[in-house]
């Protein structure tokens, strides 16, 4: 939480600028917003949020709050501070980017692992977007006001991205994405061996209710937003499975919350309870290869491989294909290894 929260109120006539804002969800419990606010907001202190709300810089339902306020299903609760989001200042900086295709109206970005995509709460420099202010001039703004960016994909996730670079392509662009006309295509690598050759994995997205870093699958239709993965097994080395994930939806976390819905969850993904011994043996060996593993892969085993759509300009339909990226195949190759001379349990 941003460590300049005012502790005093000299200006009742102050323009306040949003920070933050979340909305209950419908299964949302009655909980203290200090309470509420903690399982939500990275870094903050029980005390830091309860001298903002003496400040009066909480609100519910557009109306300032204390700290003893009881959050229900649907509340909205916003944080206003006094200075504008430092998101939305972006300072360009001169990180290399890796460039596999540009033209007058767009390029396509290979992004490595630990890149996050735009500035937000603990990262305000060294994104991507402050790589692009760096190195273009104008691109347009999104609808979230971010120069270039017409989707994204998380900090620990490599593969492709295409920026827009005039605002006809930025248009163009994020309809198709709307639409389910673009293609995306990953290749993750999953705990436990996927039954299926291959499936469908459909179910509302939401936060989930006690740990809101995570999204999580709900029955309740009203609850969270309509997503679609489709999947296929590519190889099987019978403690974890190689597969590719083709998205229908566009959801935050998808695929990651889809796995771990199934009982797959990606090979090392921290958040998401990855990073266990999931599946195999107990022999000491055993812990010991899959700690190497981690070494090598030291981040949830998720690729952006395959991008495609129309081009904005020219109405082609244009597709980009990328290598998995080094640690991956290091990774798989490890277990190919492994699979070869050990006698594996093909687990469900």
Known sequence: MNEDIKT????????????YKFVATKGQSILRIDKYLMHLLENATRNKIQQAATSGNIFVNDIPVKSNYKVKPFDVVT???SHPPFENRVDPEDIPLDIVYEDDALLLINKPAGLV????????TGTLVNALAFHFQNLPLNSSERPGLVHRIDKDTTGLLVIAKTEQAMTHLAKQFENKTSERE???IVWGNVQKDEGTIEGNLARHLKDRMQMAVFADPEIGKPAITHYKVLERFGYITVISCRLET???HQIRAHLKHIGHPLFNDERYGGHLILKGTTFTKYKQFIDNCFKILPRQALHAKTLGFEHPTTKE?????TE??????ECIEKWRTYSNTNTLNEED
């Open 317 to 321: 339909f244009m597709r980009f294909d």
């Open 8 to 19: 005093d109120n000299d200006g009742l006539d102050e323009e306040l600028f949003e920070h």
């Open 250 to 252: 566009g959801r935050t």
């Open 79 to 81: 944080i206003m501070l």
């Open 117 to 124: 995509v735009h500035p937000g709460h603990g990262n305000y």
């Open 324 to 329: 998995l990226p080094q640690d991956m195949k």
């Open 186 to 188: 990953y290749v993750a």
